[in-house]
């Protein structure tokens, strides 16, 4: 079955950076868009930014523009979000989807797939 996992998050002070990195098995990786989401506690769940299967990615949501990169390898299945000049508001946990396809798909209920996510905390 497909599995999503993510990794790289943690506790960073604002103005730090990381990147996150979602490892997907159980599938042909290059046939999927993944996109990465995110969920503050007592907040919806939003949709940051997908990347096609051949590696476009245009959109990003205006929380994150300028900011916030997504890319992805092929070769190890695997999808990145690179994450600068972070700030507080960006504290959530994030998690990466998949949904078979080369569609641009930007909304939560277009992904079936889901990784469990992993915590992403800036201190100001």
């Known amino acids: 079955q497909v599995r999503l996992v993510e990794s790289g998050g943690g506790l960073v002070q604002t103005g730090g950076s990381l990147r996150l990195s979602c490892t997907a098995s159980?599938?042909?990786?290059?046939?999927?868009?993944m996109g990465w989401f995110r969920q503050a506690p007592g907040k919806e769940r939003e949709f940051l930014a997908p990347?096609?299967?051949?590696?476009?990615?245009?959109y990003y949501a205006d929380s994150v523009k300028g900011r916030f990169t997504i890319s992805r390898d092929n070769a190890k299945n695997t999808v990145y979000l690179q994450m600068n000049s972070l700030k507080p508001e960006d504290t959530a946990v994030y998690a990466c989807?998949?949904?078979?396809?080369?569609?641009?798909?930007?909304?939560?209920?277009?992904?079936?797939?889901w990784g469990q996510g992993t915590q992403v905390t800036v201190s100001s």
């Open positions: 990347i096609t299967g051949g590696g476009v990615s245009t």
């Open positions: 159980g599938l042909t990786f290059s046939m999927y868009t």
């Open positions: 989807a998949a949904r078979l396809g080369s569609g641009y798909y930007t909304s939560v209920n277009n992904y079936p797939y």
